[in-house]
């Protein structure tokens, strides 16, 4: 009977075990880089890099006593932002140290104006991060680190690699480093925001932005054409066909536009949408495209 009752408990537990076992999650050390090309498709620039790396050719961020939080849900339907910042502030809250995700983007490459960043975890869970939220970051959201090491475990620690908002304490009124729900409302555009729902509200939950176990980080480019260098001016579709005869940007088609093109043409070819610049129509950037914008001029 005991006996009987025994090898039932033990059935349930290695059931249980089966079922527990593929969720625990498992610390993350190599990190995927990759930067697409226009078509957002084809790979323009990618490596494989792991923390050791990281520890040893890039900055460290965090300074081992800062704890960093990340606000959870309010679960109160009439309070959902918590702008005072004082509900379920602990969800998450570590002292890490890690790299910063734009000092990972250069790696292959960089981010450009209005291209965003995909953070992917080894379960396949993602979120996507803005330019903005990368290389200009708002003080209250802080600069969004891989955190590799935590003051509980170490390097040993099961969460990393985490991303993390190293906030800073204007937006706590116990000066705390909280990225809390309203931080995240003002400080990210709204396709970005995190939301924990119940089968009645939806509540925002910074917390849901702090993926675990990262193991890829992919630059989309924005459809948008970027300025020629050295130019800091954006190239002009005048006669709004598509295509940008106003390569410098400076509102006229002009020769320059001509001897830009002609002395860029590998870097247009490398990084601009292709059919803003195909001029001839036929999916690549060559000289018959600086003929026919010669011609258009
Ligand atoms: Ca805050
Ligand atoms: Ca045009
Ligand atoms: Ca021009
Ligand atoms: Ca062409």
């Given at each position: 009977?005991?006996?009987?009752r025994r090898s039932v408990a033990l059935m349930a537990f290695s059931v249980l075990l089966s079922v527990m076992v593929p969720g625990v999650s498992a610390q993350t050390t190599s990190l995927e880089l990759v930067r697409y090309g226009w078509d957002n498709t084809t790979v323009a620039e990618s490596t494989t890099v792991n923390v050791s790396w990281m520890k040893a050719n890039l900055p460290v961020m965090g300074d081992e006593v800062t704890h960093y939080h990340f606000q959870g849900p309010t679960f109160i339907p009439t309070d959902l932002w918590n702008p005072a910042e004082d509900v379920n502030l602990d969800k998450i809250n570590e002292t890490v140290k890690g790299t910063a995700l734009r000092d990972l983007c250069e790696v292959v490459g960089g981010m450009h104006p209005g291209d965003e960043v995909q953070v992917r975890a080894a379960d396949g869970?993602?979120?996507?991060?803005?330019?903005?939220?990368?290389?200009?970051?708002?003080?209250?959201?802080?600069?969004?680190?891989?955190?590799?090491?935590?003051?509980?475990?170490?390097?040993?620690?099961?969460?990393?690699?985490?991303?993390?908002?190293?906030?800073?304490?204007?937006?706590?009124?116990?000066?705390?480093?909280?990225?809390?729900?309203?931080?995240?409302?003002?400080c990210l555009s709204p396709s970005y925001w995190h939301y924990f729902s119940d089968s009645e509200t939806n509540y925002p939950s910074a917390a849901g932005l702090s993926i675990s176990n990262v193991v890829k980080l992919e630059i989309f480019r924005s459809p948008n054409?970027?300025?020629?260098?050295?130019?800091?001016?954006?190239p002009r579709d005048l006669d709004r066909d598509g295509k940008c005869e106003d390569v410098n940007g400076n509102g006229r088609r002009d020769f320059a536009d001509v001897v830009l093109y002609f002395n860029q043409m590998i870097w247009i070819a490398e990084n601009e949408p292709i059919p803003a610049f195909d001029f001839n129509n036929n999916n690549r950037i060559d000289f018959a495209d600086i003929v026919r914008l010669f011609e258009m001029m």
């Open positions: 009977m005991i006996a009987g869970f993602k979120k996507r991060l803005n330019y903005t939220n990368v290389y200009t970051p708002p003080s209250r959201q802080g600069e969004p680190i891989l955190a590799w090491w935590n003051a509980r475990n170490g390097d040993e620690w099961r969460d990393g690699m985490r991303l993390f908002f190293l906030a800073d304490t204007s937006s706590n009124p116990k000066g705390w480093h909280i990225f809390g729900n309203e931080d995240m409302r003002i054409p970027l300025p020629l260098p050295p130019q800091q001016v954006i």
